[in-house]
């Protein structure tokens, strides 16, 4: 599966950006999506999931703050990123089960920390786009 990710930028805080990725390859239409991120001088984490069905979760951080979709029909996730924080200055990076053949892994902490694990051990990102938030 390929990931390209797309959408970042220079924002001032308050601000807003909205990211795309769109799925390329063997990609299955039914498997769950999601963004990770990577801060200057922090470890990669977890930031929005959602699966097929539109089930979804948020990190702590961004909760009522991002909203993440997803259009099936295009193979492609979204991240709408609003009241833009200094803090949310990474590169951000879509994901999705580089096995395609997993469970539904994006609604529980072990799921979300195993495609990362998965990801990291494969080299399965995409290359990740990056936003800058000013203060």
């Known amino acids: 599966v390929q990931l390209v990710e797309s959408g970042g930028g220079l924002v001032q805080a308050g601000g807003s950006l909205s990211l795309s990725c769109v799925a390329f390859?063997?990609?299955?239409?039914?498997?769950?999506m999601g963004w990770y991120r990577q801060g200057p001088g922090y470890q990669r984490e977890w930031v929005a999931t959602?699966?097929?069905?539109?089930?979804?979760s948020y990190a702590t951080a961004v909760k009522d703050r991002f909203t993440i979709s997803r259009d099936n029909a295009k193979n492609t996730v979204f991240l709408q990123m609003n009241s833009l924080e200094p803090e949310d200055t990474a590169v951000y990076y879509c994901?999705?089960?580089?096995?395609?053949?997993?469970?539904?892994?994006?609604?529980?902490?072990?799921?979300?920390?195993?495609?990362?694990?998965?990801?990291?051990?494969?080299?399965?990102w995409g290359q990740g786009t990056l936003v800058t938030v000013s203060s």
């Open positions: 994901a999705t089960d580089p096995l395609q053949a997993r469970a539904p892994w994006s609604l529980s902490p072990q799921g979300r920390a195993g495609t990362m694990s998965l990801c990291n051990a494969l080299d399965a």
């Open positions: 959602i699966t097929s069905v539109g089930q979804v």
């Open positions: 390859g063997n990609f299955s239409g039914s498997a769950d």
